[in-house]
């Protein structure tokens, strides 16, 4: 009898000890059962025959899991402080075709490759200029290095020929991505460089779909996977250099458990591994600036003027934007308009007795979607028909606040019939297929002017864009966050960057603090110089943050249990509690909120602080990067 150490994915549970008559090769995927339910778990080691009494491993799965693999998720799970179970459910294990094995199940037999024909993928050549080769020089000489480039000025040429070398090396390379930035012009570059040799994953894929992308990844046809965080977990082998495009993008960070983030996991992938990794932005993290070395494209191919004009107004669609917008449109260009808002209005209140509409079960307010006469929340998807009185003192004074994209969207058609206008938000582009279909009608100019949230910063190329109005910016510099300032201006300088590719553009801009934004949107270093400055001692990159989150359904529970966490945590001199007690989001779906911010000069300090008061109820955030 064999006794072996499980990880059991998805369970936030330490491993536990199974016994089995085979003999299991370290990384198997087996399935047990825990409390009498059929679950999936991971062979992490052999150990004794323990005291207590074993539950047998039920079969044999045709999975593994390699050494490195189990190597990144027992990182992830001490540093983001998740059960490796949990880590490991994020991975997809290779397979093995020897399934169901009888008898002894050591070593693991490894199914022939298919032959990998190594074609010459440079079908069409890329012609560096000599910035570009110098900086390709550079990511080539650093084991981590930051592409510190302007938009337009050729970062993706650069990853491509870096790309060419790893694969004449006979390895692959893994491009990630912020996920809403897969468009179809970037999938059109790698296929027309790179033909069959890339597929992409995303987590709109059908299972079908998932499971011949898998299939290729594989076999080893797959030369380049492309795809957002979770393109990291997939069994590459051979993996030769890892690029994270836009890395200062918040969608590579998870909003749930394990709240990982996928830049700084490639970073220690790239050092399991051996591989070189390479981070690209416009506007990079402070944190990856401040920690990498990096190489500075200035400039671009789009020489084209910028005009910035700014408008000190809260987002209010004036007319002077209708002129713009009128003008731009007469000369036959196409604009974008960005509002963080999506929705006709992001709150509701009652003008006579000042009561805001909430939603029943979160502490926030409901916003108003006037096409289905509904008021919706948009932390818990609760809807609700929109009353025609104040639901509190039945007075017909509802007013309404924080435009969105749908109000505008309603005003420009109203206002310019002839101006074809599309949506652009996640109300909208619910599918992959949505956001190609819109992006290509956009190209092709059947829409002349797109209006939408962050969705419309991400990476996309539009081909001329003569004017992007900015509304609501002001409401992202005011958050009660320290990372506000960064936000703020790298989505400004990212939206700005969209235009102006072909012809001369206009950027018009609502803020009242046209000093702050106009002192640094041509000079994004020195930002991140001044804000390191202002930020050291304070807040990251000299420092490191932890938020302990607490949300149970009994209010009082959580609370004890936040108050009992920081008793121990004052115990630990080397970190220091900034603050604790209601999240600034009291309640999101009917759970209360409470939660425990930590600061401390090493994580490793943070994480030992963390891990002693480690318990089911609390959710650990390392790194944090929201606050509500
Ligand atoms: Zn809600
Ligand atoms: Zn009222």
New binding site residues.
Partial sequence: MHFYSLALLGSPLEPLTYHSETLLSIGRKVSVTLSNRETEGVVLCEVEKPEFKTNSILDVLPFVYSESQIKIAQFMAEYYGCSLGEALNLVVPFERVDSRVHGNDNPPVIPAKAEIQLKEYTNVTITLSSIQIQALDFIRSHPVSLLFGDTGAGKSEIYMCRMDEVLREGKRALLLLPEISLTPQMQERFERHFGDAVVLWHSKMTPKQKKVTLSKILDGSARIVAGPRSALFLPIDDLGLIVVDEEHDESYKSSSRPRYNARDMAIYTGSVLKIPVVLGSATPSLSSYAKYPFYRLRGGYYHAKRTFVFEPSIEALTPSLDRAIEKNHEGGHQGIVFIPTRANFKSIR??????SIECPFCSVGMSLHRNVRALKCHYCNYTEILPR???????G??VTSRLGTAEAVEHFEKQFPDIRIAQFDRDIITTQNKLIKVLKAFNNREIDLLVGTQMLSKGHDYHDITLAIVMGIDNLLSQADYRARERALSLLIQIAGRSGRKNSSTVIVQSFNESFFRNYLDDYETFLKDEQRLREGRYPPSKKLARLLYAHKNGLKAKGEMEAAVAILRGFCEIEIIGFGASPIEKIGSKYRFQILLRSGRSTDLIRAVRSVKSPLCEIDMDPIEFT
Avoid: A, M
Avoid at 350 to 355: A, I, Q, V, Y
Avoid at 389 to 395: A, D, F, I, Q, V
């Fill in positions: 009652c003008e006579s007795c000042g009561n009185l104040c639901p509190k003192c039945h007075s004074h509802l």
